[in-house]
Each structure stands twice: as C-alpha cells, then as structure tokens.
C-alpha cells in the first residue's frame, strides 16, 4: 500500500531534527497524559457490522463510550440512555448469524441482525451471563449456578441445570451402632416415624424423575469443592464441570501495610501468597449426560507423561548441592485447565453440533500442554496433542478450537520454535503445520464456513505486526495473504459479516488510533478516529531508528531502539542510557507506540540533554521465538546482562559512547533488571535506577514465576542464582532505588529486605525513595515527576 511508504518516510526522516522552539520538559513529561489526547481502547463491532464503538477516557475516572458510524463515518458519544443498545460486549451469535445476543449490567439483550432491533429479555436485579445460542435457536444463560434457556418464540425461561455444592439428598437411614438399631426394633413409634420419612423421600424422587412439570436436573458435587468452569454443548444435551478443593488464595499473614489510610490509620490490606508457598490442587473432571440424567467423573490418567518425573534433573541438582541423593519415581502429577493470560476463549470448546469436546489442560509443573476429547461412553480423556516444553509452556499462544462442519480441531503451538498454526482429525494421529517461518503467529480466528484463519503475525520483521489470512487447508510452504501493510503494531477484530476488519493502529510516534479494512474492496484502508492532541501530534518526536545489534551468545541479534541525541555528531563522545522494559516477557523495541508511553518522552528528553538512549529486547522478550523466551530458565538476570553487555559494545563502536559514562535503569522486570547488572557486573554502568523491583523471586507470584524458575521447594538453586538479593554484596556503583509501598504486585517489603542487606554489607553509595500512596503502576503525576526527577539527576551526576 501506499501509505506504507509515507509512514516510513515520517518515522525516518526525523531522527536527527528538532524543532529549536519546542524544549521538553520533565514536568510537561510526567503530568497528567490527558493532554496526549485519549486513545481509543477496547473498541468493538456491533452485531450489524454497520457501526463500531470504543472507550475513551476522560479527565475524570470515567470512560466515554464513542460510536463510529461507518456509512457516514461521523463519531459521537453515546449517551447514558442508550449504552444498553450499543454496549455490545462479548457479542454470540446463533449458528447462521441472524440474531446476536449480549449482556449489559446483568440483563441479557438479543439483537435482530437484519431489521437491527435490540430486545431485552431480562430485568432484574440478578446478573445473567455467558450467553450462547443451542443449536435449537434457544437462549442459554447462566445466573448464579444455574443454566436457564429463553424460548425466543414462547418468550419464556426454563432453568435446564443446577449446580449444587452441598451434600446430596439421601433417604434418611439408621445410625449404624447397637443403640439405634435397637431403638427401631423395641419402640414402634420410632420404626413408624423412620418408615413415613423414608416413603416421603422416595414419593418426592418419583415426582422429579417422571413429573414433567417438575425440575429434576440438579447435580450435586462436594461442599469441600468450588467451580472452577462448566460448559453445556450446543445441543443442550451434555455438559462438562470442573471442580477443584477450595483453598484459601493467600494466608493471613500475606498483608500489606497502607501507611495513608483514609481514615488516617494504619490498613492491613490483603494480598496474595507468594511462589514459595504455592501448592498443588488437583481439579477434577465430570461429564454430565442431561438426557439420561448420569453425572460421572472424566479419568485424566491415560494422558502422555502423566506420572513422568519431568523435574528429575532438577531435583537431582539440588538434592546434589544439598550432599543429598535424588531418587526418581513415578508420580501422578497435577494437571489442571490451561490458563492462558490473553485469553478471550474457554479452555473447553465444543463442537457446533455437539457431537464432541476438546480440552485444553496443562501440567502444574509447567512443562507439558495436552488438548484432548472425550469419550462419553467410557468417561475418559482422548489424547489429541501434546505439547512438552523443557523449560515452560507459554502462557500465551494457546489458541485452539473446531474448524466449523469438520471433526477437525486447530491450535496454536511453539513445537517448531515459534507460534504457528496446525490442524488435526480426531480419528488421525497426523498433525498438519499450516503456517512456517521465524515469526509469532497470535489472535488466531477462523470464518464461518472454516475456509480461512485470520491472525495476527511479525512476519517481515520482528518489530511489524500485521493481519494475515491463510486457507485452513493450506500447506505450510503457502505464503500468508497480508491484509494490512500499516508500518507498525496492528491489533484487529473481524466484522460479524465478515467483510471487513477493525484495526487498533499505532506507531513509533503515535499512540492507538481505529482504522477499517474493507476486505471486499482490495483491502481499502480508512481511518476512523483522530484523538491524539494537536499539542502532541505538533512536536517534532524523535522515532528511535530499531537495529539490529550482534550478540555474542547466539545468532540472533539483539533488536533494540536507539535514541539518538540532539545535533547528533559522530565525532563527539556521548554519555548513554539502556532502559530495560518490564515484564521480561514484553516486546519494546517494534514499529508501534510503546506501553511506556512516559519513558518513551523521557528519553526525547534525554536526547535534548546530550544523552544517546538504547530500550532492548533483551532475551525473554516476546517477539522472537520459543528459544529467545525460555533463555531465562532457571538462570533469570543471567542472559538478559549478557545482552545489555552487547548494547553497550555496540554503542562505543557504533554510536561514539564513552562506556565509562553509560548509565541504565528500569522498573519491575527492568528494575530486577538493573539489580542483576549493578551486582553481577558492576563495570558495566556506571550508575543505576531500579524502580519498582523484585529483588528475591521466591516473594513473587507463583503464577508467573514458576514458569521460569520452578518452585523453591524443588529448585531453591534456581532462585539463588536469579535473585539479586543473593548478589548484593557486588555493588560498587551508585544504586537509586524508588519503591511505591501500596505495590500489591511486587512487594514494598522486596525492597526493605534488599536495603537490610545493603545496609548489613555495609554499602555506602545507594539512595531509596519511596512513595507511600503509589501502586506497582504509579497514579499521581506529583509522584512521576519525583521519581523521573531523581533518576535525571543520577545520570546528570554521575555520567
């Protein structure tokens, strides 16, 4: 497309020009980004494909839902009154898509997509949810714990099933001892009250099993259990439950202290436990046949691998270290549903006709994936897929389902390396790649009559997202049809009728705006919304120029951007600062707006100072393969350094750096980050910020950290040599560290036991900050400005 020539142009040319007027500030920086404009968020269809609508914030708390009009293209807000008619979330849609259904504030509503009337089928204070049509055109909803079905011709409402956590009905029976039994034979009365409870139990069972008219599918599990999921098939006939033991999600002693309570005390607020005090809790799996009323338990024991010790070199490791010997058994390991953290999907999909479901379940001790169906017959799990990792399984890129009309199930998987799509019969054990290439694919669909996947994919580079479609029975040497060619980071959502795609668009230097794709006419391009500020969009941002920087530790290079400074020459000597992202697993160095829209101005500003700025995407960044993400296992901090080693090679060689004046900071993963550099390799900055940072993983959460590092009780090495707390003693470098103190995601006290340690090894040249109202994410821009304040002044200080 064209414009992709002009975006090149805009991102390129800049790169050493500023407008002399226009001088950044820090508090212009950090204030509130309500003059940045609002960007569009969580932007949607609405069933009759005609109109698209979005969230957009305001100054207060509250968020503006916009409509779009795509006939007219006209943008306007939608009034309070009507949100329930154009509040469409999580739109279903019956099997030949002409009628949708939604909920709005609990109430269920359903849409006549042809003559596009809304009608609302329930009010009331009861909150309905997880709405899906039966093959049968009737309405299934679930309130509470229980399925009821809406009649849209009758207009009425049936319950279909209960879930009932409490102790089955029994007929009343004898206590079982000497005192009772006696008792029944010696006095009649007893004998005769015993009789009449016991025939009035059995009258009222006979009426639930043959009156019609009277509710019957009730199910019964355990008081000591809580739900985990429940599906009914589209044809309202089977249904899937899972259980599991319910257990506490934290202790009483994970608190956290709030220093500025409101009422002027002290408040305890709860938090979760940590990864060293996780524990396994085995769910359990039940099929439900709804025509013959039979409720039993779905064996999981028949999986691939399901007793392999897969920890055993580990556990031999560590036993080792102990002066102890490890000896390897078979065990029945835990394997729970998948959780995958992008999920819009259940892990349990059935078929549209209802014939059959698949499973998507996971290994507790992260190394093993399995998808399998089940044989209703004998209640037991059919292996489909297995997917084994060494390190860990992905917490994303676990999309999976039916191809529409085929007993055919298509997944992602990272089994060759990198995301891609395969399918797979059920009655075959060959497994067909249907995409191939050192790219991601992500946001796997599939179209109604199963022809084509639509996905989103880094295909031309590592940094370019864009939308592709392939042919489901394309062979894996196809090349996938570009839909977009947008430089930069597209996100995308079909329309209901399938002609066109919603595109959320960004750029280096521009933040989220809507595009619409018509794929009825050549992939035509139109641009729906404008939010940016006029103040934003009229300075002249520097768009960091992304390179490719050589490692020395394998053959991919390490993709980082590159902030070049104001009136760049080659032959003058820079100062230079590396920004470490967060999260470990994100991507910062690609073509779109980055998350850290705040650092992205703080190093435009840095640039004006003289500073030349690198942001990498270290190892364990998204973006670059199943091998470049699980780099980290069992070695946190370890390869990640060695890359920010390569960054600052490259910049003495490439970009006139003095290595002697090279500074570095980041927060969370990044502030974790600059820890491990200042303590493992305390030659390489000559000064850092560590914000917000985990300094021992064993007091982080267990759902992110036992990926990569195991679990203490069975891989304490692990956590030794990734945690920075166990390295203090190496810095000689001068350390600012900024804590907020009501962070409920890494702990304040991760950073009061690190200065204890300092203090202990009696280090001289580290400073703390902390921000007693602020969370992981800070809110007030008064605090921003604080923090970015003292980590300028750091790097002015001391580079």
Known sequence: MKNKSILLSLLLFPLFTFAESSELTLEKIMSDPSWIGAAPSSAAWLATSDSVVFQQETETAIENLMKVNLSSLSQSKVPIETLHLNHQDELVFNRNKTLAAYVFEGNLFTVDIAINKVTQLTFSSSIENEPMFLNDNRLLFWRDFSAYVFDLNSKTEKELVKLSFEKKPEAPKIKDDVISTEQHKLIKFVANEHRDEVERFNYSSMINQKNKSVFSQEYFFSPEDRLVDVSISPRGDKMIVVTAKKKNWRSDGDIMPNYIGDDGRIHAEKVRSRVADAEPNQQTFWYVDLIDRKQSQITISNLDDFDKDVLKSVKTENAKALGKKYKSEKQDRTVNLIIDWSWEQSPIQWQQSGDNVAIMLEAWDNKDRWIATVDFDKSKLKQQHQLHDDAWINYTFNDFGWLPNQNKLYFLSEQNGYSHIYTKSISSKKVRQVTDGKFEVSSLKVNSDGSSFFFRANVNHPGDYQIYRVATDSKKQSKPEALTSMLGNNEFSISPDETKLLITHSTLTRPNELFLVDLTNNNQVTQLTQTVSKEFADYNWQAP???????????????????????????????????????????????????????????????????????????????????????????????????????????????????????????????????????????????????????????????????????????????????????????????????????????????????????????????????????????????????????????????
């Open 545 to 799: 120029k992304i390179v490719a920087v050589p490692s020395s530790n394998q053959e991919q290079p390490i993709y980082s951007k590159v902030y070049y400074p104001k009136n760049y020459d080659p032959a003058k000597s820079y100062k230079a600062v590396i920004f470490n992202h967060g999260a470990g697993y994100t991507q910062n160095s690609d073509y779109g707006f980055s998350y850290y829209f705040r650092e992205f101005m703080f190093h435009n500003f840095l640039t004006q100072q003289g500073y030349v700025v690198m942001d990498m995407d270290y190892r364990a960044s998204k973006g670059y393969g199943r091998d470049w993400r699980t780099a980290i296992y069992r070695q946190m901090g370890t390869p990640e350094i060695e890359d920010l080693k390569d960054g600052v090679n490259w910049l003495e060689e490439n970009v006139s750096v003095d290595r002697q004046r090279v500074g570095t900071y980041g927060g969370s993963y990044g502030g974790f980050m600059t820890f491990m550099a200042l303590f493992t390799a305390p030659d390489l900055f000559q000064a850092g910020a560590a914000l917000r940072p985990v300094s021992d993983w064993a007091h982080y959460n267990d759902g992110y950290t036992s990926n990569i590092l195991n679990r203490p009780t069975n891989d304490l090495l692990a956590y030794q040599r990734s945690s920075p707390i166990y390295f203090a003693e190496g810095l000689n470098k001068p350390l600012l560290i900024n804590a907020p103190m009501v962070d409920n995601n890494v702990f304040f006290v991760d950073v009061v036991r690190l200065v204890q340690r300092l203090i202990e090894l009696e280090k001289e040249n580290f400073e703390t900050a902390i921000y007693p109202v602020e969370p992981h994410g800070f809110v007030q821009p008064s605090s921003w400005l604080d923090e970015y304040r003292r980590i300028f002044k750091l790097f002015e200080t001391h580079l």
